[in-house]
């Protein structure tokens, strides 16, 4: 089945240390996006990338680092230098001809403390 | 810049009650707009979507109308059931915004058997 895929669901991790979330997408689409979830808040985008190789910053970069080696995977690191990393964290994908559709992944919850 | 506004939850009410949930938006020129929703632990779904003014989308028995005049894309529902409950979010897509969207803050619904 076609899908977005991130992992871990759940991850803990002690202040001052940086963490990896996973990304991948089969769906064959060219842009994909993060974004960070705060309870009973809306989402905030913290970086996309619309081809490979290349990113651009969100609303909310700061803190935070992506790479785009392949079109399938798109990590995101929380730097020890992001205040408040405890959040949801959800990655998205779209085509970027056609449907504007974003389609999401399951999302990771990171616990930092 | 983009914004969208939703009413704030949660909203709570009884099986086969009717549902409104109003969302307001502010863009320039001719965004699309969507309502996604949020099951508990989990990514967003596309619920329905519209991409110019008076068109309805709808889907599961939920319908919205891109009302270009009061710049409004309210969610209802005839008849609701307690696995509606979740949160829903209203959304743009700006006309020179590439894929970006620009999310409300959510609603959270919770219907009572």
């Known amino acids: 089945d076609g899908g977005i895929t991130q992992s871990p669901k759940y991850l803990f991790r002690k202040e001052g240390q940086n963490v990896t979330l996973s990304c991948e997408q089969n769906?064959?689409?060219?842009?994909m996006y993060w974004y960070r979830q705060d309870p009973g808040q809306g989402l905030r985008l913290i970086y996309y990338s619309q081809i490979v190789n290349d990113f651009q910053k969100g609303d909310i970069a700061e803190g935070y680092s992506v790479s785009r080696e392949k079109k399938e995977s798109f990590p995101l690191t929380v730097t020890s230098a992001q205040k408040n990393p405890t959040a949801f964290y959800l990655c998205?994908?779209?085509?970027?001809?056609?449907?504007?559709?974003?389609?999401f992944g399951p999302g990771t919850r990171l616990t930092v403390t | 810049g983009n914004s969208v506004t939703q009413m704030e939850g949660p909203v709570t009410l009884s099986e086969e009650a009717f549902l409104t949930i109003n969302c307001t938006y502010t863009?320039?020129?001719?965004?699309?707009l969507f309502w996604y929703v949020q099951y508990p632990g989990e990514g967003l779904q596309l619920l329905l979507k519209?991409?110019?003014?008076?068109d309805k989308g709808s889907n599961k028995g939920f319908e919205a109308t891109y009302r270009k005049e009061t710049t409004s894309f309210h969610l209802e529902k005839g008849s609701v059931q307690v696995s509606d409950s979740a949160v829903y979010f209203c959304a743009l897509r700006g006309t020179y915004a590439g894929n970006m969207l620009t999310f409300g803050g959510g609603t959270r619904l919770m219907v009572k058997p």
């Open positions: 519209a991409t110019k003014a008076d």
């Open positions: 769906l064959n689409h060219d842009a």
């Open positions: 863009a320039t020129g001719y965004p699309s």
């Open positions: 998205a994908s779209s085509s970027l001809t056609g449907s504007d559709e974003q389609y």
